[in-house]
């Protein structure tokens, strides 16, 4: 019944929209002017400067505004004006709606424009007890944001170096694919998810215990030892030696449609073990001393729970199936965790100021704060559409090539806007075009991964769109 009522919600609160949406969809997108920088519109005056606040930018748990709100990108440095607030209201009443019936606990929502934060909110919970606020500082698994935000990092930077070639196979860099059907499959291949390997195997299944269905004795222990120290949960350890049966499944799995577009982590699974073996590097220290480091993150890494930071994570499924307990600073992904929370394709937690970081390092052409971490040149070459098949540049995804075919993006997004979403509930979107960035994180997964309304709402998509109208883009 609480869903039907949600529906039916959802569906009151988009036809009170109803010009918004019906407009969009009669007439061609229109991006409106960028506010010019001559003028300068009221609002709170720090370091004399004047800022523009509105009920989109009230902010909590947050020190100096200015910090707060600059992202330093390459704009006019004045933040840009919401030319719609009735779509921000809207956003608004659309996510607590959301929050309220049961599409995820909470989420952290954070859009810019130009380097300057023109709105960031923090809704809900950490679970539905409501004992816990979200709060600036919550971590969120970012699950498949992790491909982007760590792993294509890594590439693109060993890419401009010269150390890893997009047409070069794979048996270059990993001896141990060697004899398989894997030695000649593409970096580019890889990062495009066109080699032709599975979309993912639950390699989870086969160390369960077929009579009780709970962890073998012989492969899982609750302490950690000479044999057991690689944590998939708290108090759950695997057998350290089990990567190793991961790998040869990995290598025997049948390469299916080779050449065709099926997403896949095992893709990232490589190309994780490509960046360790040319940087010399494991992925978590390269991309915490090339990038997370010099940018001052925070609150980006993989297995907060070393940290500390256990409880500053929103907890995401209650796990009954694999290590039957709930899942909170420890990646959600089941064969990352096998691996020990770090892998090429999931174990990042961040939050959305960091990841806003991220991007606007990324749209601002490789630069952040006058350190250049990428190339330009590098940044067009990964970024762009690569890919006559699918709408997929190299690790990044993108808006389908066609307006009105649904995708992961709105349809407001230029076309050289890329990005990435999560399957915890999260995506991270970057539109050089517009000056757009969009962070969404979110625990939908929580308090079971059944729950699939994010997607069957378009949450994700439609919360991006509401901030492309308080621009003024579309109509």
């Keep these: 019944m609480q869903r039907i009522l949600f529906y039916l919600l959802s569906f009151c609160l988009l036809f009170s929209n109803a010009p918004v949406f019906a407009q969009k969809t009669k007439h061609k997108t229109t991006h409106a002017k960028r506010v010019s920088s001559k003028k300068k519109p009221k609002g709170k005056k720090t370091k004399g400067k004047t800022k523009l606040v509105t009920d989109a930018t009230t902010l909590s748990d947050v020190g100096d505004f200015e910090e707060a709100h600059t992202l330093y990108g390459n704009g006019s440095g004045n933040a840009a004006a919401i030319v719609n607030p009735e779509a921000i209201n809207t956003l608004n009443i659309f996510i607590n709606n959301c929050v309220?019936?049961?599409?995820?606990?909470?989420?952290?929502?954070?859009?810019?424009?130009?380097?300057?934060?023109i709105y960031k909110k923090n809704f809900g919970y950490f679970t539905y007890d409501k004992s816990q606020p979200v709060t600036d500082s919550t971590l969120y698994d970012i699950a498949s944001v992790t491909k982007v935000a760590a792993t294509t990092l890594a590439?693109?930077?060993?890419?401009?170096?010269?150390?890893?070639?997009?047409?070069?196979?794979?048996?270059?860099?990993?001896?141990?694919?060697?004899?398989?059907?894997?030695?000649?499959?593409?970096?580019?291949?890889?990062?495009?998810?066109?080699?032709?390997?599975?979309?993912?195997?639950?390699?989870?299944?086969?160390?369960?215990?077929?009579?009780?269905?709970?962890?073998?004795?012989?492969?899982?222990?609750?302490?950690?030892?000479?044999?057991?120290?690689?944590?998939?949960?708290?108090?759950?350890?695997?057998l350290n030696t089990y990567r190793d049966t991961i790998w040869k499944e990995i290598l025997a799995s049948p390469l299916e449609n080779k050449g065709r577009y099926v997403y896949s982590d095992l893709d990232f699974y490589f190309l994780q073990k490509v960046a360790e073996a040319v940087s010399g590097k494991?992925?978590?220290?390269?991309?915490?001393?090339?990038?997370?480091?010099?940018?001052?993150?925070?609150?980006?890494?993989?297995?907060p729970w070393r940290k500390g930071l256990t409880k500053q994570c929103a907890p995401t499924e209650n796990d009954q199936y694999f290590r039957f307990q709930l899942i909170q600073g420890y990646v959600?992904?089941?064969?990352?965790?096998?691996?020990?929370?770090?892998?090429?394709?999931?174990?990042?937690?961040?939050?959305?100021?960091?990841?806003?970081?991220?991007?606007?390092?990324?749209?601002?052409?490789?630069?952040?704060?006058?350190?250049?971490?990428?190339?330009?040149?590098?940044?067009q070459t990964f970024t762009g559409f690569?890919?006559?098949?699918?709408?997929?540049a190299l690790g990044f995804d993108k808006p389908n090539k066609s307006k009105g075919d649904g995708g992961p993006a709105s349809d407001l997004c230029s076309k050289t806007t890329f990005g990435h979403q999560g399957f915890t509930g999260t995506c991270a979107w970057a539109?050089?075009?517009?000056?757009i960035t969009f962070i969404f994180l979110s625990n939908r997964v929580n308090p079971t991964a059944d729950n699939n309304l994010i997607n069957t709402l378009g949450v994700r998509t439609k919360a991006q769109t509401y901030i492309y109208q308080a621009l003024g883009y579309g109509k």
């Design 100 to 117: 309220n019936q049961g599409v995820f606990p909470g989420c952290q929502i954070l859009a810019a424009k130009d380097g300057e934060i």
């Design 155 to 238: 590439v693109m930077k060993l890419y401009e170096e010269g150390k890893i070639n997009l047409s070069s196979y794979l048996k270059n860099y990993l001896p141990f694919t060697i004899g398989t059907d894997k030695e000649n499959l593409t970096i580019r291949e890889l990062l495009l998810h066109q080699a032709g390997l599975k979309a993912w195997i639950p390699f989870y299944k086969t160390t369960l215990d077929t009579a009780t269905g709970g962890p073998r004795k012989d492969l899982y222990h609750i302490s950690a030892d000479t044999l057991f120290r690689t944590p998939v949960a708290a108090n759950d350890f695997i």
């Design 282 to 303: 494991p992925l978590a220290q390269y991309v915490y001393e090339n990038f997370y480091q010099p940018l001052g993150l925070k609150y980006t890494m993989f297995n």
């Design 332 to 379: 959600h992904d089941p064969g990352t965790a096998m691996l020990g929370g770090i892998a090429g394709h999931a174990g990042i937690f961040s939050n959305s100021k960091d990841m806003a970081v991220i991007l606007q390092m990324l749209i601002n052409g490789g630069t952040y704060k006058g350190r250049r971490y990428l190339k330009t040149s590098t940044l």
């Design 386 to 392: 690569n890919s006559d098949i699918s709408r997929r």
């Design 431 to 435: 539109d050089p075009e517009t000056g």
